[in-house]
């Protein structure tokens, strides 16, 4: 699967992105236990395009700019019309061993308003 493939609420989502770059780490806190969480989205992509991934917690620290990684089982969603990969607690995000080199950052998936 490449990023232009990608739609709304997609389950079981496999695919190989480059990390961009990260936004601006911020602390959010769960409406379910009141537990503090560390949240973030880096903009990655590939050949077709790019989309924003959410990072929670640990997986922050896993991604840094310019390197490749596969995405197991991961799914997509929409927050504030605006398309999201996610990993969730049963995807599996790890470094790719072939690298993307090329990126078309215009074709922004999570800039377009989706309904």
């Not at 770059?21 to 009141?34: H, I, P």
């Not at 997986?59 to 840094?64: A, L, S, T």
């Not at 969603?77 to 993307?100: C, D, M, P, T, V």
Request: aromatic share 6%; charged share 30%.
């Amino acid at each position: 699967m490449n990023v232009e493939q990608l739609r709304p609420y997609q389950k079981k989502v496999n695919i190989t992105v480059k990390a961009l770059r990260k936004n601006e780490v911020r602390e959010v806190t769960s409406k379910l236990d009141d537990s503090t969480h560390k949240v973030t989205e880096a903009v990655v992509g590939d050949a077709t395009g790019t989309v924003l991934l959410t990072l929670w917690d640990d997986d922050i620290e896993k991604v840094q700019d310019g390197k490749t990684y596969n995405i197991v089982n991961g799914y997509t969603s929409l927050f504030k019309n605006s398309l999201r990969l996610n990993i969730g607690r049963y995807g599996e995000l790890k470094e790719a061993e072939q690298e993307i080199t090329e990126v078309n950052e215009s074709n922004n998936l999570s800039e377009t308003e989706q309904q």
